[in-house]
Every structure is written in structure tokens, then in C-alpha cells.
């Protein structure tokens, strides 16, 4: 006798999700689509012009300019954030009354909003009023972050390095918390060195949460607008303008939607693209 | 003013939202057919299901068609046919 196995009726609990996801995500996507292949001069006034928009963006210099600073930015990110988390979270204690408050530490910056970490720091990296930037121009270093690009980098960098690295250092250390002591006692018995357990042990047993961490950290880098515009509004010059930053510009301050549109398209794709790449590198991590 | 009007829609957009729906219910009859997915182990070392095999077909299509438009002024009909060239290869042997 064959027995029915599956609920189809349960497919009706997925409904509520997928009106959520085609308001908040396809509907406005297939706007954007729209956007892309036409231009506009007023409200509700659209001309087809094809693909004359991807054209143009994809041979300007400055679509090329910001998309290379968004992936410089991305890359400096992740190389200093996913080993100093990990690094924070070994470094913190696994048992006793100071976990509860290593913890509570990490997750202030969490819950901190994104405009006012940027409002934060605009004050304290200012040369002649802010802790940061008064101390370092105290101690020698011609530091102005409003006028010299590299400072504005070094800015925007440590200011994401202080908002986010918690967010890895919680995750890593909820992977190494998983870690049965059995795993060290064995080490121990074989006389394992401090760099083995790490090596063979911690960092196997960490992989799938760092892989989370790597595709938020990567997510949120790529995307990231709020908090470099509150500090420098991508500037001086355009040397802090990230892809988002950019968008922005196209789409508000010129009201160019074509453009704009176009550009959130291959962004779209971009980043699409890299979660589908995540997504599979933590499915295989999973099978093996 | 159209009740849609907002969304700015063209005949050309339409026809390819249409043509994206129109895969995944012949995705969905497909596996109403035959279930299961037919998953296989293909060329790129990855377990995948047909589903898996049309995303790496849509994905890989626009990534062509945004190639064929930054990199060359030919029409963009000969991106398309390079695309559908590209998804019988990943259904064939993804």
C-alpha cells in the first residue's frame, strides 16, 4: 500500500512569503528593467531607447572608476575584517563571568544604525575638533580626511573595520563554541601545537560559519552607501564615490533613470553572481 | 493614468518577463512529469538539479548579453543566440 508522503497543501504556508518577495523585490526589479530601456524627461513621460543605456554605462570611465573602487573597497574589507574576527573571537574567553561581557562589547556596534556611524565618526576623524583626527595631526601625521583621498580611504576603512568586524567575531565564535572538548582532549593527548588545532581542528570546524560571514561581509561592503556618504560623500573629488554612491547620484542628483537603472542592473548581476558562487562553495561544504 | 503606468512598461520588457515565466512553469510541468530534479554530477564538479541548470542558463545569458554590449557594436541578437548556444550546453552538460 502506497502512503502519501508529502503535504502539498503545505506549499500554501510559502504563500505569504512569496507576496512579501515579489512587493519588496520583483515587482520593483521589473521596474527597474523597464527604467533601464527608456528615458524620461517627466513623471509618467517615457521614450524607448533600447539598450542604449547599458552601451553608455558600460564604456563610461566613470561607471569603470566606481566599480573598481567598490571592489578595492570590498577587498580591503574582507582581507581585514574575516582574520581579525577570527583572531577577537580565539582570543576570547569559552567559559565564566567574562564571555556575557566580551559578547555584549561585540554587539554594540552592531547596534549601532548605519547613518549614525557615519555621523560618529565624521566628528571624531575631523582634524581640529575630533579625538582621531586632532590626535594624529598631535602626534605628526598630516592627516585631513575632507581634503587628502588617502585619509578618506583609511576613514571609511577603519570606520567600517570598527561597525562590522563583531558581526565575524560573533559568528566565529559561535562556530568554535560548537566545537566539542573531545576534538581538544584528543589534540592534547597527541601533543598537538597551539597552530595544528587551529589548522586541523578550529579553523574545518569554523568553515561553514565563515562562509556566512565572508558573503554578508561581502554583501554589505558591496553595497555599502550610508555610512562612507555621511563621512565623506564620496569625496574629496570622487575618490571615496562607491558604485552605490554613484547610483545615487545618477538616479537622484541628475535624475538620470536610465542610467541609474542600467548600472543597478549589472550591479544586480554582480552581486548576484557572487551569492550564487557562496551559495555553492557552502552546499559542497556541506556534502563533503 | 493607467493603473500601471508607474512601472513604465514597454511591449519588448513585457515580452521578457513573459518569456522568464514562461520557463519556470515549464519548469514546474516538467517536474510535475518527471520529479525529482534530474540531478546529475556535470563538467563543473557541482551536483545539479535541472532548476540549478536554468539559473546557471539565466545567469550566464545576461552576463553574456552585458559582454556582448560592452565589448562589441553588433547587434544584440547575436549575444542572444550565443546565450541560447550557452544553455543547451549547461542542461546538456552542467
Redesign the interface.
Known sequence: MSSKTVNQKAWLLVLPVLLIVALNAV?PL??V???S??D?FSP?V?F?E??KW??EV??SPRFHGALGRQFLYTAIILAIEIPLGVAVALAMPRKGPWVSVCLVLMALPLLIPWNVVGAMWNIFALPDIGLLGYGLNWLGFDYNYTQQPLAAWMTVILMDVWHWTSLVVLLAYAGLSSIPDAYYQAAKIDGASRLSVFRFIQLPKMKRVLIIALLLRFMDSFMVYTEPFVLTGGGPGNSTTFLSIDLVKAAIGEFNLGIAAAMSI?YF?MT??VC?VFY?AMM?SE?S | MKPLAWMAWTWQTATFFCFIAACLITMLLWEMLKPGGSPKHGVLGLNTTRGDRLFISLLGSAYIHVAWLGLTEQPLWWGSVISVFFALTVFKWV
Open positions: 515587482i521589473m521596474t528593467v523597464n527604467y530601456v527608456q524620461t509618467g517615457f524607448f533600447g539598450t547599458y552601451r558600460l564604456s549589472i548581476l548576484l553572481l550564487w555553492t559542497r556534502e
